[in-house]
């Protein structure tokens, strides 16, 4: 089994996502409590994606976050560099355009996309920086992007009960329920290691997104953040 490290080598990433993919989204739904459910109808109300409009639900395995957008009419591209989640992804919803990318070079044209989003999924990414530049280059002017991601609790108590949480509860209930638990021993540093919500807020605006703004979700535990790119 695959472990990615913190240096997040794209085929070390890619190959660690191949080997949760069968299990991924109930694996999710445990480690959560469920609380995934409820940030993936955050997301789809930030995005507000409208009948024939295009989103790209970048970092999609196996498009479950993808399924909110396709129910509103709009046209959605799941896109995902692991074979494995997209293999997965088009057993179950063999209706979805499911595309092979990288976040860091995405496959598609220059202001392709009314809206782009990626939960859960800019922190695996080797290139923040460069993949924050590359939605915004496909995204259509006067559109938006919404991002979902692990962050950091507001309150520093239960900041301390979370870290905690994450790097002892957590890789024990993924070895019950995940077919690659030390993949989540990665998951849990990267989200560790991973930069709080104004710094995610700067990076984003130098990607060139205007009107930027986050809000928390779970006290902190995940922030979504949305921009604009200007018409």
């Known amino acids: 089994m695959t472990r990615a490290s913190l240096d997040k080598q794209p085929h070390e990433v890619a190959s660690m996502f191949d080997d949760v993919a069968e299990k991924y989204d109930l694996t999710n739904d445990v480690l959560s409590l469920g609380q995934d459910r409820v940030w993936r109808k955050a997301v789809a109300r930030a995005v507000d994606a409208r009948p024939a409009q295009k989103v790209l639900d970048l970092a999609a395995g196996t498009a479950t976050s993808s399924l909110p957008f396709a129910q ?35 496959p598609f044209r220059d202001d392709s996309f009314d809206a782009v989003t990626i939960s859960f999924g800019l922190r695996n990414v080797q290139e923040t920086d460069q993949a924050l530049r590359e939605l915004y280059r496909v995204t259509k002017p006067g559109g938006r992007v919404v991002i979902c991601e692990f962050s950091h609790p507001t309150w520093a108590p239960f900041r301390t009960v979370y870290t905690e949480y994450l790097m002892r509860a957590l890789p024990p209930v993924a070895r019950a329920v995940s077919s690659n638990p030390d993949a989540y021993v990665y998951l849990a540093e990267s989200i560790r290691d991973w930069p709080d919500q104004p710094a995610l807020a700067a990076k984003l605006q130098k990607a060139g997104w205007s009107e930027v703004a986050w809000r928390n979700l779970s006290g902190g535990i995940v922030a979504l953040h949305r921009g604009f790119k200007p018409a």
């Open 72 to 106: 509103t009419g709009a046209y959605v591209v799941p896109c995902d560099f692991s074979l494995g989640m997209l293999r997965v992804g088009k057993r179950n919803h063999p209706h979805l355009p499911f595309t092979a990318g990288d976040a860091t070079k995405l």
